[in-house]
């Protein structure tokens, strides 16, 4: 089979659509399949409309299939019209989910159009698909989760234990510094708390400079800049460090369309305070193994101050840590997606 895979900007950028994406490249050649890949400017959502007005790059004539990654959508409604083969949408997200307003109805409207110019669609989440649905998605489609097992790490109930009794409440933020992810509302929620706790920060903080900014001058004004540690962008090896010695990964999105990170952090035995907007209660039990929440300090707090109770923390790391062990893996989740792909 011949494959054309479609994407906004670089296979390289560190997010979990991104490493979807690769993910999938990889496991199509290790199936024995060709894939070509095209690169779109990832230029911002109206930049990527404009492309339907240059001339793009179309997929080689001989494809048999164009998979098309979902962020990529705006650049595609003209290529589309013009293909003759079958194309897939690999949907990570619905964008208009993302923005609110009069802006919501106009990406929806772009969204709406896409969707029904592609014949199948591959989604992250069983609420992707959901909200795709209500865009006119094609009922030929398929539900394939990510996988959290990047790194896999080998960590016992004993020390999840040990380490939920030691210290300060060791608490990560992982994700690119933008609004939606919620770094504010943590910010502010863990300032309402009397307790010991310990704020590591891993992500890029350039993708919106401003925002970042008012993050900052929160973190003064609130007096907590000593309790938190800016980590920037850090490797792979770097970041499984930093999970290793974390008791809660709070990422608490105003709108997280599956959350990854959630999933990767769980297999340190990490509780996750993810968001409650989107997909993430498929796999987080709210209370058990984590806690869904909507991006309020007051909630965030609560949550926090929950787990406070050092035995409360240890039993939902291991539950965590549980739960992580029964979610499938890359290869098992990619096979379905690429047995899909050979079906169409």
């Not at 179309?58 to 299939?65: F, T």
């Not at 991006?295 to 109770?309: H, N, Q, W, Y």
Request: with cysteine; aromatic share 6%; proline share 5%.
């Amino acid at each position: 089979m011949r494959v054309a895979l479609v994407v906004a900007g670089e296979l390289s950028t560190t997010s979990g659509g991104y490493l979807y994406d690769r993910r999938l490249l990889e496991r199509l050649i290790e199936r024995g399949h060709d894939v070509e890949v095209i690169s779109i400017p990832h230029r911002s959502y109206g930049g990527r409309l404009l492309e339907n007005v240059r001339t793009r790059a179309v997929p080689s004539s001989d494809v048999d299939v164009v998979v098309e990654d979902g962020l990529a959508h705006p650049a595609l409604l003209r290529t589309n019209r013009q293909l003759d083969r079958p194309i897939v949408a690999l949907l990570h997200m619905v964008a208009s989910a993302t923005v609110d307003g009069i802006r919501r109805r106009a990406v929806g409207a772009v969204e709406r159009r896409f969707l029904r110019s592609v014949d199948a669609a591959i989604h992250n989440s069983v609420d992707t698909e959901k909200r795709a649905c209500r865009l006119g998605a094609p009922e030929r489609s398929v539900v394939i989760p990510p996988a959290g097992d990047r790194f896999d790490p080998e960590i016992s109930p004993a020390a999840i234990g040990r380490r939920a009794h030691e210290g300060a409440l060791e608490i990560a933020f992982l994700g690119n510094v933008v609004e939606r992810k919620g770094l504010r509302p943590l910010v502010d929620g863990l300032a309402r708390t009397e307790l010991d706790w310990r704020l590591t920060v891993v992500g890029d903080p350039t993708v919106e400079p401003r925002y970042v900014e008012r993050v900052r001058e929160r973190v003064h004004s609130a007096g907590v800049g000593d309790r938190i540690e800016w980590a920037g962008r850090r490797s792979d090896e770097s970041v499984a460090e930093i999970l290793r010695a974390t008791d809660v990964l709070a990422v608490p999105s105003s709108y997280e369309p599956f959350g990854i990170v959630y999933l990767e952090a769980m297999g340190f035995g990490c509780v996750p305070i993810a968001a409650r907007n989107g997909g993430a209660d498929e796999f987080v039990r709210d209370g058990e193994t984590g806690y869904t929440v909507p991006s309020e300090p007051a909630v965030i707090a609560d949550r926090i101050g929950r787990l406070a109770d050092r035995d409360r923390l240890e039993r939902m790391g291991i539950a965590a840590r549980g739960a992580y062990g029964r979610q499938p893996g890359w290869e098992q989740r990619l096979d379905r997606a690429v047995d899909f792909l050979e079906a169409i």
